[in-house]
């Protein structure tokens, strides 16, 4: 089978998020998808399989499958339009366990992924003294949504000096912990980070998904719908994320690292 590996939210190779990318004409079991994304050990490898016009698409981390993942849906496309498995002219139609996910390329070159939005809510768990003693007091909000935290923190030069533990982060959330930051230079609008231990992954580089979160947020605090986003991982990737009522556009670039056959 072909295997791509990408690399998301950005147009320079090693850097952004890489993502492997299998292209399947049948599906494979769930165990050999593991072993796969366990093998590549990558934050994500991807598994697209068409059927009828449309593509079912799964995501797998070296730990475990994940309901959602912005950079390896991403990389996805950017493989299928750019192999010639889909015209460019016509959008891609995704079935996933986050429902139908919906990919179309821009004259630019740019890929804008259609997905949920999801509002967090205030923080109501009791570990709010490890919040503090891993994250310090430069935190002003900490919110959840199922599975994940968020935590907010006062500046982006605070927000990329952060060294957290790793036990206390994956005694925080059974996925992971976002960290934002409003960017008061004007370079960008907000910036973030990702850790999820409990996923097999210490950083993700750049995660579309954390946005689907994060961009509702930064919404209802600045009254603004279109940001453009830093993740600042080492190694780093821009987004565009536009929130609608109920939805989150996430534009980004991808580029092909290098493409193989996978012998199974």
Known sequence: MKLYQIDSFTQTVFSGNPAGVCVLTEPLREDEMQAIASEMNLSETAFVVKKEGRYDLRWFTPAREVPLCGHATLASAFVLFSEGFHTADAPIVFDTLSGEL???????????MNFPLTMPSS???DQQHIIQSTFGPSVIDVLEVPNELIVI???????VG?????????RLAVNGVMVSAWDETGTYDFASRYFAPNLGINEDPVTGFIHTILSPYWAVKK???QFKCLQASKRRGELFVETL?????????AVKVFETELAM
């Open 223 to 225: 009254g603004q719908t």
């Open 123 to 125: 923080y109501s768990g």
């Open 162 to 170: 952060l060294n957290p533990s790793m036990d206390n982060v994956a």
């Open 245 to 253: 009522s109920n939805r989150t556009l996430i534009r980004g670039f």
């Open 153 to 159: 923190v006062d500046s982006v030069q605070i927000l």
């Open 102 to 112: 919906v990919v179309k390329q821009m004259s630019d070159g740019a890929l804008e």
